[in-house]
């Protein structure tokens, strides 16, 4: 299993960007999958997550309304259009999945992931 961020970069505050999650090894249409940050000097973040079948979008309260999380199966990849961006949405950025094994262990608040990616940086500054 193996998670490759990227899309990340400088931007404005209000401006946009979209990162991309490639994954392989697995079927992202067989898994939940969520994204995670971590600014400089604090603890991981939940932002989002979507359902295998993509039917489902879930957001934290930070992000709702501003981030849209999607994927394409026949692509393998997961995505996360990032808009409205605000200096405190600077952070990196990672993919992460649970799959029950193998892997190591990421506790954001409640949730548990085995697998997540190197993560791609977000830098919102004017």
């Known amino acids: 299993v193996q998670l490759q961020e990227s899309g990340g970069g400088l931007v404005q505050p209000g401006g946009s960007l979209r990162l991309s999650c490639a994954a392989s090894g697995f079927s992202v249409s067989s898994y939940t999958m969520s994204w995670v940050r971590q600014a400089p000097g604090k603890e991981f973040e939940w932002v989002g997550a979507?359902?295998?079948?993509?039917?489902?979008?879930w957001y934290s309260d930070a992000v709702k309304g501003r981030f849209t999380i999607s994927k394409d199966n026949a692509k393998n990849t997961l995505y996360m259009q990032l808009n409205s961006l605000q200096t405190d949405d600077t952070a990196m950025y990672y993919c992460?999945?649970?799959?029950?094994?193998?892997?190591?262990?990421?506790?954001?608040?409640?949730?548990?992931?085995?697998?997540w990616g190197q993560g791609t940086q977000v830098t919102v500054s004017s």
């Open positions: 992460a999945l649970r799959t029950g094994t193998g892997g190591g262990l990421l506790r954001v608040g409640g949730y548990e992931y085995n697998y």
């Open positions: 979507i359902t295998a079948s993509g039917g489902n979008t």
